[in-house]
């Protein structure tokens, strides 16, 4: 069932740009890339998602390459309450089940 | 606006029992999803409710059950616990199915004793 594949680690310092790649290359034309992350013990919590135009609101940017087959998310000033583990989802316009990978475990490093 | 809400966060249950877990999603939200963390298999989709149907459903026994109510809220069922059921239950809400975000509740941590 995995679409995505991710780094299962990554490292940060605090203050800088922490860009978390994800690579989807099977995806299809009506499928989204939605980013969520997880921080220890809690619910997942939703971060940014795209289609095919890059995206940025109040948390991170979304950068999707012009043939859809990898993303790239962005924190634009990483702190330490960014240490979590990030997911990469592909899921289709009409169906609401997210399958999670492994994800990416960043450590944002003081 | 109020959050996902999740009830109880802790539950101890019996092997053998039954345990009914409850979620009301964020005002307005009218897809409900269910999911099941452990530390071996990670995340996993159980099953979605919208407009009180059952939309999607994952790969999970027939031990695991739910239903949503015509207010949105839903309620999964694990009938005849196991060892291995002992998880982190999250609720997710969102819109519509398939559409924009889903947001999850803190979820609800059940050990099977």
């Known amino acids: 069932d995995a679409k995505t594949t991710q780094p299962p680690s990554m490292d940060c310092a605090e203050g800088r740009a922490a860009n978390l790649p994800c690579n989807h290359s099977?995806?299809?034309?009506?499928?989204?890339v939605y980013w969520y992350r997880q921080i220890h013990s809690q619910g997942p919590q939703y971060i940014i998602h795209?289609?095919?135009n890059n995206e940025t609101n109040e948390m991170a940017s979304l950068i999707i390459t012009e043939d859809r087959k990898s993303s790239t998310l962005i924190l634009p000033h990483a702190t330490l309450r960014d240490t979590a583990v990030y997911y990469c989802?592909?899921?289709?316009?009409?169906?609401?089940?997210?399958?999670f990978g492994t994800g990416t475990r960043l450590t944002v490093i003081p | 606006k109020a959050g996902v809400t999740q009830t109880p966060r802790y539950l101890i249950k019996t092997r053998g029992q039954q345990v009914t877990l409850s979620c009301s999603p964020i005002?307005?939200?009218?897809?409900v999803s269910w999911y099941q963390q452990t530390p071996g298999q990670g995340l996993q989709f159980l099953f979605e409710?919208?407009?009180?149907?059952?939309?999607n459903k994952g790969n999970f026994p027939g031990r695991f059950s739910g239903r949503q109510f015509s207010n949105s809220r839903s309620e999964m069922n694990v009938s005849t616990l196991e060892l291995g059921d002992s998880a982190l239950y999250l609720c997710?809400?969102?819109?519509?199915?398939?559409?924009?975000?889903?947001?999850f509740g803190q979820g609800t941590r059940l050990t099977v004793v």
């Open positions: 005002s307005g939200h009218r897809s």
């Open positions: 409710y919208f407009s009180e149907t059952q939309r």
């Open positions: 989802i592909v899921r289709s316009a009409w169906a609401n089940n997210l399958f």
């Open positions: 099977t995806i299809s034309g009506n499928e989204y």
């Open positions: 997710a809400s969102s819109l519509e199915s398939g559409a924009g975000g889903a947001f």
């Open positions: 795209g289609l095919k």
